[in-house]
């Protein structure tokens, strides 16, 4: 069995590998000549690299054309929300081109591959409370061009299932996080923030945004495991939420992190760290998903947080 993982260098990526491998399949992943490498170093020797430009047709046909993968994890893109406001074309073009080009590469050489694509919870947006917790069937209230990006890319798996079969699975997964998550991601920058602090190499201030929005916070090694199961057991052209089911403030969050840690802090707002606006509410119902695949998180909180701790204070 062969998987082929879309941005295998990155966050997720990294450890969709690590998951497989230990699954006993074939591994190769898309890169991108300016991509970092360090997060799939210790897999060097595993999995085998291809360049390809997502955004351009001819580099993705050649690749699946050469590759013909049973299973593909689709999780290159661009994936803060607060670059998509700074280049909302740039995030729109690649999230919805780089998808556009994979699905149609499939369907000319006519695989059977099932395709799992990473569509977010950012795509419900703006949520009442009441609304709470939120099921694949709330309406979509799109706050930033990031989540508009993931709504096409969501309505993209759709559509090219009902028009030409493709056996494409929709996750939507909620924030998520821990080993590697990339700094500029609220844990991970705050996790850094507290390490460069206990390092000295940081005046023992905090900078933040917004710490009133609730997340709900999944470990990334129960999500990759989660991508697996969506395409093992679930139903193709299916929508499923992938999410812990509890929510905490961004502060609460912070609270946590703290509490594994001496540092005594005082947190200060970052008028450059708000948001033109902020989804307010987070917190997934993943029944759906849970019936379809036995999934359901395994990893607590605390764990995650202390891991991602862990992860900062190792690196140089
Ligand atoms: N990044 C960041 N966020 C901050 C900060 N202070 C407060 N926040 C708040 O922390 C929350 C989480 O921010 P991010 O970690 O940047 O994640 P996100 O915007 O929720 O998006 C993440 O989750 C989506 C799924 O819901 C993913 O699709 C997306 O790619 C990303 O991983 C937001 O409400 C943000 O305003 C800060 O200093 N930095």
Request: charged share 25%; hydrophobic share 35%.
């Given at each position: ?23 006993g ?96 919870s ?6 009442e ?88 916070f ?61 989804v ?24 995650t ?7 900062w204070?190792?690196?140089?």
């Amino acid at each position: 069995m062969k998987a082929l993982v879309t941005g295998i260098s990155g966050f997720v990526g990294s450890h969709m590998a690590e998951f497989l491998l230990r699954q006993g399949v074939e591994v190769v992943g898309t890169i991108r000549n300016r991509s970092r490498m360090d997060h799939i170093s210790h897999l060097r020797q595993e999995i085998r690299l291809a360049e390809c430009e997502l955004r351009d047709p001819f580099s993705v046909e050649t690749l699946i054309g050469r590759e013909r993968p049973d299973l593909i994890f689709h999780l290159a893109a661009q994936s803060f929300v607060p670059t998509s406001w700074n280049s909302p074309i740039d995030t729109i073009h690649n999230n919805v081109a780089g998808q556009v080009n994979l699905f149609e590469a499939v369907r000319r050489f006519e695989l059977p591959a099932k395709i799992q694509i990473a569509c977010s919870s950012e795509e419900y947006g703006q949520v009442e409370p009441e609304e709470t917790p939120i099921r694949e069937t709330n309406p979509l209230r799109p706050l930033s061009p990031y989540a508009i990006s993931k709504v096409a890319q969501d309505y993209l798996g759709y559509q090219y299932h009902r028009s030409y079969g493709l056996h494409v699975v929709r996750t939507i997964t909620f924030n998520h996080t821990g080993p590697r998550r990339g700094e500029n991601f609220v844990t991970s920058n705050f996790a850094k923030q507290i390490v460069d602090i206990e390092k000295g190499r940081k005046a023992p201030v905090i900078h933040v945004g917004n710490l009133e929005a609730k997340r709900d916070f999944t470990d990334v090694r129960d999500v990759v495991r989660g991508y697996w199961l969506a395409l093992e057991k679930g139903q193709p052209g299916e929508n499923y939420n992938i999410a812990s089911g509890t929510c905490c403030t961004i502060a609460e969050m912070l609270n946590t992190l703290l509490s594994f840690s001496n540092v005594s802090i005082e947190v200060q707002t970052d008028p450059s760290r708000l948001r033109p606006s902020d989804v307010q509410i987070l917190l997934g119902d993943y029944r759906k998903f849970q019936e379809a695949t036995g999934w359901k998180p395994e990893i607590p909180f605390q764990r995650t947080m202390e891991d991602l701790l862990q992860y900062w204070r190792s690196q140089p």
